[in-house]
Every structure is written in C-alpha cells, then in structure tokens.
C-alpha cells in the first residue's frame, strides 16, 4: 500500500493563481480530510469528507474548494491565492465506523505552498 | 468551539528520564483523544488513541492517560531516547461530527 499520497511536494503560486492541491489514498478509507500546518501550530481542518460525493467545512474552510467523486481521491482548490494560504497542507485518511465517527488518522507527506 | 492546550511548546529532558506532556480540552469531553508524533518536514503519525471509558492506555515505553473531570490526558515516554525527540500532537475527537481539534504540540528534545 502506498498509503496517503501527496502532489505536489513543493508549489510556489502568484497572489490570484489557482492550483488543485492532489490528495489519494489506497486504503479504501471512507472518510478523508485537509489541514493546514502553520509554523509552531497545529493542524487546523479546511474540509473533510465521510464517503464519496459528500463533503464539508473545517474550521478555516474560505478560499478553498473540495470535491470527493471517488473514494480513492480528494483534491482541495486554492480559487485565488493569497499570501495568507503560504502553509504546509496535510491531507489525511481514516476508516470510517459508519457515518462520521473514525479513528486512527494517517497523514500524507505533506504539500508545502508559498504564495508570493 | 473546543480548545486545546499542550504544555510548554518545548521539553528538554536527559535521556532515560520519563517525559511527560499535558493536553487539556476546555469544552466537552471528546469520544476518543489521540496521541501524534511529528518529526520535522514530515505529516503526523498515529501512537495511541484512548476512549472516554478507558482511564490509561499502554504501548510498548509509551503512556496516555484519560481523566474526564479534569479534561486533561497526559503522554508518558519512559526510558526516553534521544530518538524520542520530535513533536507530540493531542487531538480531540467529537464522535459524531467528523471533525477533530488538533492541539499546538509539544517539541521534546531528549538529550544524550
């Protein structure tokens, strides 16, 4: 299993581009979620998904968009980025005992953005 | 909304000393807590995870414990390594609306 995976590692944008963060995982876990790391914070929730084709807000959901057609993948949308998006983003995994109640988290290896 | 603190952004200990770090929640009592180790440049990784029945949960040098009526867990490393340095990550669970609240973290630095 390749786990959680992430692309890009690495993205530099201009204030006003748009770039899709790509998130999959092999595990066929139901629920999938975002975050965003700040330097010496924790992880705060963008968006997050029980099953496919459903979706919903985190706690710092504006300026990003998400979207769950299957269960493998889950990208996230940068629409206008800012030099406040400039943050590591983590998307994570986790199997799903019914509805929204999961467990264990497994983390992909992170993108790091830097908005100019 | 509920709201974490972990004690001190940093812990500095002598290798094979016990470190303990503290994680305390403001509001209700989340079904389940979690323990994450994150080392620099890397995504979390899953140590133990404690429900709000249980009072301790053990693995291996590893230690959490539960307590409800203070809304606090405490993370336990005996016999610390220097291989324990990285950062320790609470996160809190509400059962039923998908949702966890990840705590700031502590940075522990084992000294050899």
């Known amino acids: 299993n390749a786990g959680v995976t992430q692309t890009p590692k690495f993205q530099v944008l201009k204030t006003g581009q748009s770039m899709t963060l790509q998130c999959a995982q092999d595990?066929?876990?139901?629920?999938m979620s975002w975050y965003r790391q700040d330097p010496g914070m924790g992880l705060r929730l963008i968006h997050y998904?029980?099953?496919?084709?459903?979706?919903d807000q985190g706690e710092v959901p504006n300026g990003y968009n998400v979207s769950r057609s299957t269960t493998e993948d889950f990208p996230l949308r940068l629409l206008s980025a800012a030099p406040s998006q400039t943050s590591v983003y983590f998307c994570?995994?986790?199997?799903?005992?019914?509805?929204?109640?999961?467990?264990?988290?497994?983390f992909g290896p992170g993108t790091r953005l830097l908005v100019l | 909304s509920q709201k974490i603190e972990q004690n001190s952004e940093a812990l500095n200990i002598q290798e094979g000393k016990t470190a303990t770090l503290t994680c305390n929640y403001t509001?209700?009592?989340?079904?389940?807590l979690q323990w994450y180790r994150q080392d620099p440049g890397r995504g979390p990784v899953f140590l133990l995870l404690?429900?709000?029945?249980?009072k301790e949960k053990r693995k291996e040098r590893l230690k959490v414990t539960f307590d409800t009526t203070l809304k606090q867990s405490l993370f336990h490393i005996t016999a610390s390594q220097p291989a324990d340095s990285a950062t320790y990550l609470c996160?809190?669970?509400?059962?039923?609306?998908?949702?966890?609240?990840f705590g700031d973290g502590t940075t522990l630095t084992v000294k050899p």
């Open positions: 404690i429900r709000e029945n249980e």
């Open positions: 998904s029980v099953g496919a084709g459903i979706t």
């Open positions: 595990m066929n876990h139901e629920y």
């Open positions: 996160a809190l669970e509400d059962g039923n609306a998908g949702k966890s609240t």
């Open positions: 994570a995994s986790s199997y799903s005992r019914g509805g929204a109640v999961k467990e264990t988290q497994y």
């Open positions: 509001n209700y009592s989340p079904a389940y």
